[in-house]
């Protein structure tokens, strides 16, 4: 059963998922949950509890098939806005959670929420209000999480923004990076800028035609 709990903790399962998907008590794979996490001292990371994003979030993004990463509902998108909530345990009882909100077609992260510490029903009650403004969530694979947020960070920086200051204190949530996401950003493969609260319009826009001519990308404003 070891194994088992092993593999679906690396899936980013709860303890309590684990014993619902093997059919034991809590009581039962908790012992187990501990003596794994004791298996690896030292690494400098925390174990990935969870990682979710909202449903539609491949809208308009080019995705690797080889990575058999599934959108539950494809045609439920934020128009580029994609949200993702990542927790790592923190202690035997908490984890430390953050979440991100990226504009996978232009600018990268535009906000972030946390890190905070919190329980697990903490964490349930949090990610219904983080996924509020969408459909729905789904739970993702921590590395989709990684191609998501950091790949965006990656893309923006080559049309010169970069991400927002809240991204910093929980980007370590998302561990090491080598780069080389296997999305490919933008609206349909195109940098689309949509005005966010707070933007400067016009600078996002000068910031833009410094690296591409005005037909390489598109944008709506409050203006246009």
């Not at 899936?11 to 039962?28: D, F, H, M, N, T």
């Not at 921590?142 to 980007?171: I, K, N, Y």
Request: aromatic content about 10%; glycine content about 12%; overall charge negative.
């Amino acid at each position: 059963m070891k194994d088992q709990v092993r593999e679906l903790r690396r899936q980013g399962k709860s303890p309590k998922e684990i014993a619902r998907a093997l059919k034991v008590a809590p009581s039962v794979v908790a012992p187990l949950v501990r003596a794994i996490a004791a298996e690896t001292p030292g690494t400098g990371a925390a174990e990935v509890a969870g990682c979710w994003i909202n449903v539609g979030w491949s809208e308009g993004l080019g995705v690797d098939p080889a990575r058999g990463w599934v959108d539950n509902e494809p045609e439920s998108g934020g128009g580029g806005m994609v949200s993702v909530l990542v927790a790592r345990r923190h202690g035997y009882d908490k984890l430390r959670v953050c979440g991100y909100l990226a504009d996978v077609y232009c600018m990268g992260v535009k906000n972030a929420i946390g890190p905070d510490v919190i329980d697990d029903r903490m964490l349930s009650q949090f990610r219904e209000y983080f996924f509020s403004d969408y459909r729905g969530w789904q739970e993702a694979p921590f590395e989709l999480a990684q191609h998501l947020v950091l790949g965006s960070v990656d893309h923006a920086r080559t049309l010169g923004f970069e991400p927002d200051g809240a991204f910093e204190p929980g980007a370590d949530l998302l561990g090491e990076w080598e780069g080389g996401s296997a999305i490919t950003f933008g609206r349909d493969g195109k940098p689309y800028y949509v005005e966010f609260p707070g933007d400067d319009p016009a600078k996002v826009l000068r910031t833009l035609r410094r690296t591409l001519s005005d037909d390489a990308f598109g944008y709506v404003t409050a203006g246009r």
